[in-house]
Structures are given as structure tokens and as C-alpha cells.
């Protein structure tokens, strides 16, 4: 099989027996970013000052929701809450412990699929999943925790021991808390979540989280609150990191497990649909639940009465009784953030920038616009499988092969002229050219230890020659044995603007070095299916967490195990056919993972660095700060958040604890005085 698609390649590429050997512009460190300062430091801190776990005096809640209490719909407040609820203390918080009301008006351009985000369906993003789904561990916050304390926060995990020998880390959860429904939390759903979800084939998480992700830990219950995980390696704390939003999230095992074949459930199929995005009242361990979804229109989430954290002075949070997610586009969400409609934007598509920074720069704005680090990076990703994932045709075949040759990859990196990429999203000091890899100005990243390749057309002409592609029809494009002209597809994103404006220049400036590229652009979901299945020749993708901070997601940085990477996962027989320098970084990455010496970690990362932009693993693009955008009503925003790092803002400025003061709240709740039904009813309910 392998031998005839490697020939079957060959042959559409009419691969010349001699080898074009010519002159290449020498590659050189990248140029220096242009000057942007991030608007607002955040306060740096131990993580035991944010937060503990701590039994208080006493306990309040919003007055209408202890009128449910008094009519007999819901027990006292302190019989809702665990016996040592998770505390934010009142110090760390920007502007101290707040009151309660008013809503949070989001716009998001994804749409909810469905409930079951541990069968794989999408909430439709923009923190919509974030504010209901909770973790063992978190985090989003962990930009403003002093570098001496970085470890994930504590939150469904009230903490963690590892043994001696660093091979088994028992996890402690926190006792009685319990799911928005009353049901109890406990290692049930933690049982649930491992045997069924992680450890079941046929059963794949929103995230994609497996056993890999885990480090192949074997998971054991000790207690309904206690469970160990054992290693074959000692402390790979990186595991701690994967127990964040996106992974060791675990869902209501009380509704789901009736529903999974295993225990009942008719099939997989039946069972990553059965929580349709009309049930309402999906039990939730976040701080709301959704108790309306009008389709293309609105999701609504009311607080949920049996939220387990509470401020210093015992106020259950959140403070804020309602979420609104207006069902529209993400150019829309930075459009009405900007207007005072709605309430938030990641500020993150760079062709929007310069008409919001100019409305926000307007004293009478009802918005506060402020800038981050620059961790908003695009990449264009050749798919370097040749042994079968994706299950490409011939010519998607030969183009594999093409991936896989570093001439080839060299001819793109050197026909791209990222200045002129990046001025076509936005002009001024934002954008800067991004060889790839690690990003500049993050703790890991080492100039001296990056490669870069300048723009220059004559040497990706060069570079294509080398790789036994030439013009042979003479019309401005490198052509295949048949004579037919190479047509590369470039799978993209067309939910945002950047992602499709960015595809268009790579397509322009491939045809001035001649080569052909053709677009796919694909809508959400659609777009992720197409990437996951490996269905695309190269893809432009907006990177990830792991390229910012390292510690989180650290097994995406290679493909250390069969679907880690983006752009090269196993074959249906579960086979890796990585290239040399693959090997190298999962190595690389492999022993990172096991390290717990930092001054080894920073060596290991600029191999690292070296490996992935020398051989160009993937081809940067353009990378550039993004910008927070809140509604000035709100308090405790902390100064500094950025909205991408470990997570995205909608973690990092822990909306749990967000309020809006008596005489700032606009009165926009859809559904004042309402707390989410049981879960599959008719969505809000009243006191009487
Ligand atoms: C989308 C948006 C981001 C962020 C995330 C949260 O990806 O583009 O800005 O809101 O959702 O999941």
C-alpha cells in the first residue's frame, strides 16, 4: 500500500533525476518585533491568596433565591453548599467583594450543537462551554501567579499529593458539592468520565482529550472523594496542566451514564445526541445553567443554586444572576462590544483594530479596550502524514509527499513576505513576523534558537526546483508529470475574518512563486471535522495555548502520541510515520514532559525551537497582541488579563467573581427571578 502511493506520487510529479542544486538566501534570526507595550500589569501572586477552601460563618444568597428556599423548592443555602466551599478572598480581588444582579450580555459566532461535549459536541465557544463546564484543576488565572508558585490552581481538585517515587498522585476532591441539579459530586463522575469517555474508543471528547493526554495513567477510586492516578514515569506534573478547562472537565455521570451503551444506552450514536441544545437545565457544575436556547438567536443561563464558591463575606457566587449569548458572528461580538450592546470581546481579528481603538479612545465609550502580549499567532500547517490519515486521493497523496520534503516546505516559508501578510490585516506596530514555533516574548522562547527563512521569491523558486517541481508548460505555475499544474487546497476557517484574509494572501503569494493554491473554507464545526480527520493538504490554524506557555497541552507541541499534533496524527492501523526531525522533537518534548530541572526545561525548549523552525514543522504566519474589550459597568477585572495565555479571558478574568454595582445594572435579564429547572423541563422556574 505504501509503495504504491509513494509511486504512484512520483510519477504525478514527474520528479526530475537531477537535483536543482542552487543558491537559497541564507536563513538568519528573526526580525525584531515592532514595539507594543501591553496596556495594564497584572498583580502577581501566590495561588493561595486568589483562593482556598475554608468553612465560613455563615452563608447568604440573593433574596429571591432564598424566597425558593422558603417556598420549599430548594434547601437552605448552607446545605447547598460543601462544607468548605471554595473561598476567593476578598484581597485579591480587584475591587473587593461585590453585589448581586445584572447579566453579562456575550455574542458568540459559534452555535451550540448539543450537551454532550464528552461525546464531542461544541457549545459553539466564546465561553459559552467555560462558564458551564468546571475542572479539577484551573488555569486561565494563572497570569497573575508569581512564576516561583506556577502550578495549576486548585478547583474541583482541592489538592494533590504525589508519592515518593513521583509515580502516584493521589487527587482529593472537594467533599459535598454538589451538580446545579442538587445531585452530589463525587468520584462517580470522576469514574465516569475515565472508564467511559477517556478510556472508551468510541467515545471522543470536544477536546480530544485520551489516555495520551494523561500521560497513559492507570486512574484508581480510593473514596467518594479520593482517587490516585499511577505513571510508569515519575512526576510527569504535566498531567496537572491536562486536569484544566478543555480536558479532566467531567460531565454529570447521573444523566449521562443511562444513556451510554455500556450501561443501557441504545449507542454511541443515540448517546452523543441525547442532550439535545433544546434540553434545558443540563446539569452543570459552572457557575450558570442554560435555561433558554432560541436558535441563530440567544442562549440564556440563569446561577446555579448549588454553585460551590462563595466570596470572604459567605455571598454564594456568582454575583452575576445572568448569561446572555447572542447567537451572531465574532466580527459582531468586537462591533457591539465596542457600542455598549453587548458586554465583551476578545479583540482578536486585527482588521477590526484600528476603528476600535479609536471608539474606545472616546471618554464617553462604554467599553474599556486594553491591550496584551502578542499570543495571537496564525500558522499555515502542512500535513506531513504519507501513510493514510486523512485518506487522501493520489493527488492529495503526492502533495503529502511534497509536505514531507524540507525543499518544499523551505520553497513556502521563503515566498511568504509576512510583513506585507500581517499590513494586510492591520497596519501600524501590531503585527510581527512569526517563523513559527514558540512566540516571541514568552518565557521559553530563545531568539538565538529561532530560524528564520526571509521573503524571497527567487528562493522559493530555488527551493521548488530542488524539490523537483518546475514549470515545464510554461504558464506560471510548477506542474505534475501529467502536465497538469499542482493544485494545492488550503483548508481555512471562515468564521473570522483573519483566518480567510490571511488563506487569501498565502494563495496570492504562492502564484508569485508558481505554485497553485486553492481554497476550502469551511464554517465551524464542518472545519474542525475536516481538520481532525487529517482531510486537508495544509490548513491555517490560530495556534494554540501550548505555543504560548508550554506547560499547558505540551503533549500538541509534537506528535508524541497517535493524535496530539494538529497537522500529523496515526493512520486508521494507529501508525506514525514521522520524519527524522519529528522523532527529534517528540524526544525533545518527551523528555520536557519528564523534567522537572528548569534550567534543563529552557535547554530542551530551544532544541525544541531549533528543530520546529529550522525543519519548519509548520510555516508561521503573523502574530500580534489582542485586546481585551468590557462594558465599564463591571468590577473585579483584573488589570493585565490577557485574552489568550492559558486560557481564553472568559477564564482568565474568573467571571464567578465579576459584579456590577447597584446603580450601573442596565436591568437586562430575560429571565429575572428565575433559577434553572430540573434538568430536560421547561427551562426557568419562579419561587412560586
Ligand atoms: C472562540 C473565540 C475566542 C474565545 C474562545 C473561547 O474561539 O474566537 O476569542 O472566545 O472562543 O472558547
Redesign the pocket.
Known amino acids: 500500500m505504501h509503495i504504491r502511493r509513494a509511486a504512484v506520487a512520483a510519477l504525478m510529479l514527474g520528479v526530475s533525476a537531477v537535483a536543482v542544486q542552487a543558491e537559497m538566501m541564507a536563513p538568519t534570526t528573526p526580525p525584531d518585533a515592532p514595539k507594543f507595550d501591553a496596556q495594564g500589569e497584572p498583580i502577581f501572586v501566590n495561588r493561595s491568596d486568589i483562593a482556598d477552601y475554608m468553612a465560613l460563618p455563615s452563608y447568604s444568597e440573593p433574596a429571591w433565591v432564598t424566597a425558593f428556599v422558603d417556598a420549599g423548592k430548594l434547601p437552605p443555602v448552607a446545605e447547598r453548599l460543601p462544607k468548605e466551599p471554595l473561598v476567593y478572598k476578598a484581597a485579591n480581588m480587584p475591587d473587593g467583594p461585590g453585589v448581586y444582579g445584572d447579566v453579562m450580555r456575550h455574542v458568540i459566532?459559534?452555535r451550540p450543537e448539543g450537551w454532550n461535549f464528552w461525546a464531542g459536541q461544541s457549545y459553539g465557544?466564546?465561553?459559552i462551554?467555560?462558564g458551564l463546564v468546571e475542572c479539577l484543576t484551573r488555569t486561565g488565572p494563572l497570569f497573575t501567579v508569581n512564576s516561583s508558585d506556577l502550578q495549576p490552581m486548585p478547583n474541583l481538585a482541592r489538592s494533590w499529593e504525589w508519592s515518593a517515587d513521583g509515580k502516584t498522585l493521589t487527587v482529593k476532591l472537594i467533599e459535598g458539592a454538589k451538580w446545579s441539579d442538587g445531585n452530589p459530586f463525587d468520584t462517580e463522575d470522576i469514574a465516569f468520565y475515565w472508564n467511559d469517555v477517556i478510556m472508551d474508543p468510541e467515545v471522543t471528547p470536544l477536546m480530544g482529550a485520551s489516555e495520551a493526554t494523561y500521560g497513559n495513567a492507570k486512574l484508581a477510586i480510593v473514596d467518594p472523594y479520593t482517587f490516585t492516578m499511577s505513571f510508569d514515569t515519575p512526576f510527569p506534573e504535566s498531567v496537572l496542566y491536562a486536569m484544566a478547562y478543555g480536558n479532566f472537565c467531567p460531565g454529570p455521570s447521573h444523566v449521562l451514564k443511562p444513556k451510554h451503551p455500556k450501561y443501557g444506552g441504545e449507542s454511541y450514536e443515540a448517546f452523543q445526541k441525547a442532550f439535545p441544545s433544546d434540553m434545558m437545565n443540563f446539569p452543570t457544575m459552572g457557575a450558570w445553567a442554560v435555561v433558554e436556547h432560541r436558535p441563530d438567536d440567544i442562549v440564556v443561563l440563569r446561577r446555579n443554586p448549588y454553585y460551590w464558591k462563595v466570596d470572604e463575606t459567605g455571598q454564594q457566587l456568582p454575583y452575576l444572576d445572568e448569561m446572555q449569548y447572542r447567537l451572531s458572528t465574532?466580527a459582531d461580538r468586537d462591533v457591539q462590544a465596542i457600542a455598549g450592546t453587548g458586554d465583551f470581546s476578545?479583540l482578536?481579528q486585527a482588521e477590526n483594530y484600528v476603528e476600535s481603538l479609536k471608539k474606545a479612545a472616546d471618554p464617553a465609550s462604554p467599553a474599556r479596550l486594553a491591550f496584551g502580549p502578542r499570543t495571537i499567532g496564525y500558522s499555515l500547517l502542512p500535513n506531513l502524514s504519507a501513510n493514510g490519515w486523512g485518506e487522501p486521493d493520489a493527488r492529495g497523496q503526492a502533495v503529502r509527499e511534497l509536505n514531507r520534503n524540507a525543499d518544499f516546505r523551505k520553497a513556502i516559508t521563503y515566498a511568504l513576505d509576512r510583513q506585507r501578510l500581517g499590513d494586510s490585516l492591520v497596519k501600524g506596530p501590531f503585527t510581527t513576523q512569526y517563523p513559527g514555533g514558540l512566540y516571541a516574548g514568552t518565557s521559553f522562547y530563545d531568539a538565538a534558537s529561532t530560524v528564520f527563512y526571509p521573503f524571497s521569491v527567487d528562493s522559493a523558486k530555488e527551493a521548488f526546483a530542488a524539490a523537483g517541481l518546475t514549470d515545464s508548460d510554461g504558464n506560471g505555475f510548477v506542474n505534475v508529470a501529467n502536465g497538469d499544474d499542482l493544485n494545492v487546497t488550503l483548508l481555512t476557517q471562515s468564521d473570522y475574518a483573519t483566518d480567510k484574509n490571511l488563506a487569501e494572501g498565502v494563495v496570492a503569494m504562492m502564484a508569485d512563486a508558481g505554485l497553485k493554491v486553492t481554497l476550502n473554507a469551511l464554517t465551524g464545526k464542518d472545519f474542525d471535522n475536516a481538520r481532525d480527520a487529517g482531510k486537508f493538504d495544509w490548513i491555517i490554524y490560530r495556534n494554540q495555548t501550548d505555543l504560548i506557555t508550554v506547560v499547558q497541552n505540551t503533549d500538541k507541541l509534537a506528535p508524541v502520541g497517535p493524535q496530539t499534533a494538529i497537522n500529523h496524527r496515526a493512520n486508521p492501523a494507529g501508525e506514525l510515520d514521522l520524519l527524522p526531525f519529528e522523532e527529534e522533537m517528540v524526544k525533545t518534548v518527551n523528555a520536557f514532559i519528564g523534567s522537572r530541572d528548569s534550567a534543563e526545561r529552557i535547554e530542551l525548549m530551544k532544541t525544541y525551537q531549533k528543530l520546529y523552525t529550522e525543519n519548519l514543522f509548520a510555516i508561521g504566519l503573523t502574530a500580534y497582541p489582542g485586546a481585551l474589550i468590557v462594558n465599564k459597568r463591571f468590577s473585579n477585572i483584573p488589570a493585565g488579563a490577557p485574552?489568550y495565555m492559558y486560557n481564553?479571558a472568559?477564564d482568565n478574568i474568573i467571571r464567578e467573581r465579576v459584579w456590577v454595582a447597584a446603580d450601573k445594572q442596565i436591568g437586562a435579564e430575560l429571565h429575572p427571578n428565575t433559577l434553572p429547572g430540573a434538568p430536560g423541563g421547561p427551562g426557568p422556574i419562579t419561587a412560586n
Open positions: 459566532g459559534g465557544w466564546g465561553g462551554d467555560i465574532w476578545n482578536e485574552i481564553w472568559e
